[in-house]
């Protein structure tokens, strides 16, 4: 069963929008994580949020985590050209990814 | 120090034929896991080896199998490849279970 499931499946802004990205799974997690990855390339990771937070900033990212709807979010502040990417979310069961969503900001 | 290495970067096997990937994980990681990449799709969770053991699997055929040598690095083999095992294959490692770092993945090709 699929464990990170990404909405919207694409999302195209101008450079300095903000871009918000959502995640929802299905069982319990000891955390959730959210990585970018350029076209055909590794995934680089972003940041882990843990089942006991609720927000973590890292730079121009936010991610929330509400556990009991069992969701997340990542917010891209001040977007950039080289935002660019696809975007997953994954819980630390290793299961599946989402199909991930795919940002292009415009400049 | 290096990040998370795979080789070759790119392969291309015909059907029926097997191929072994290899991945070495970033220095101090112990934990390695693979992922199967399919185009437009997000990865799909293989296997992960901890110790030199397969600890946790995925939906994967038996065809796919794995390997930990003591130095932690790891190899996939695929037996009989299949049209549909073209995708680009992903390690990626770990210092226990906390974040994975991932490598540049391998695209293998079935022809």
């Known amino acids: 069963s699929q464990q990170g499931e990404e909405d919207p499946q694409a999302l195209s802004i101008q450079e300095g929008e903000n871009a918000t990205m959502n995640c929802s799974y299905k069982?319990?997690?000891?955390?959730l994580q959210w990585y970018r990855q350029n076209s055909g390339r590794g995934l680089v990771h972003l940041i882990l949020i843990r089942s006991n937070e609720r927000e973590k900033h890292s730079g121009r990212l936010r991610v929330t985590l509400d556990t009991s709807k069992k969701s997340s979010s990542l917010l891209i502040t001040a977007s950039r050209a080289a935002d660019t990417a696809s975007y997953f979310c994954a819980t630390d069961l290793k299961l599946t990814f989402g199909e991930g969503t795919q940002l292009t900001v415009n400049p | 120090d290096a990040g998370v290495t795979q080789s070759p970067t790119h392969l291309i096997k015909t059907r029926g034929q097997q191929v072994t990937l290899r991945c070495s994980p970033k220095s101090g990681h112990d934990t390695v896991s693979w992922y199967q990449q399919a185009l437009g799709q997000g990865p799909q969770f293989i296997f992960q080896y901890y110790e030199e053991e397969e600890r946790q699997r995925g939906n994967f055929p038996d065809r796919f199998s794995g390997h930990q040598f003591p130095n932690y690095s790891s190899e996939l083999n695929v037996n009989a490849l299949l049209l549909g095992d073209s995708a680009l294959y992903l390690c990626?490692?770990?210092?226990?279970?906390?974040?994975?770092?991932f490598g540049p993945g391998t695209r293998l090709t079935v022809l």
């Open positions: 990626a490692s770990s210092p226990g279970l906390a974040k994975e770092f």
């Open positions: 069982t319990s997690i000891n955390n």
